[in-house]
């Protein structure tokens, strides 16, 4: 179930994701669908079952299985790609963190708030000073 709001410049979506799904794959199709072209987490709650991230200064991705619940998933969003970081703990408290990877699975719920703003679009590019695709921001026409 789907609901948004437009404050000026901004739109909100409201989802709710169920146990077994795949969180990148979702949250991908919810872009696509709304055409968002400027998104970021606003908002989450949940837990997941298999947790994939690949930690600061590291290339490979790390796997979980467990029980694990989602303490903070912030980042930006787009058409063409995305950059969010998850934190989450295991059942007994200790946290673990890092850049958000495919893989992410459901365990009871994930309930997020997507926000849009409506006047820029976000797209990635090179950058020469980090070495990776970095965040752009354009006036929207």
């Known amino acids: 179930m789907e609901h948004s709001l437009s404050p000026d410049g901004a739109r909100f979506y409201a989802l709710r994701l169920i146990p077994g799904q795949e969180v990148f794959a979702h949250l991908h199709a919810f872009i696509e669908k709304n055409h968002i072209r400027a998104g970021w987490i606003a908002g989450c709650t949940g837990s997941l079952s298999n947790v994939a991230l690949r930690y600061a200064g590291r290339e490979g991705t790390t796997h979980l299985t467990g029980t694990f619940e989602v303490i903070a998933l912030n980042g930006t969003l787009e058409l063409t790609g995305e950059h969010l970081h998850l934190a989450i703990?295991?059942?007994?408290?200790?946290m673990l963190g890092g850049h958000m990877m495919p893989g992410c699975t459901v365990r009871t719920t994930l309930e997020l708030v997507i926000g849009e703003?409506?006047?820029?679009?976000?797209?990635?590019?090179?950058?020469?000073?980090?070495?990776?695709?970095e965040l752009v921001v354009t006036p929207r026409h």
């Open 89 to 94: 703990a295991d059942p007994d408290g200790a």
């Open 117 to 133: 703003l409506t006047s820029v679009t976000f797209s990635r590019q090179p950058c020469p000073v980090s070495g990776y695709d």
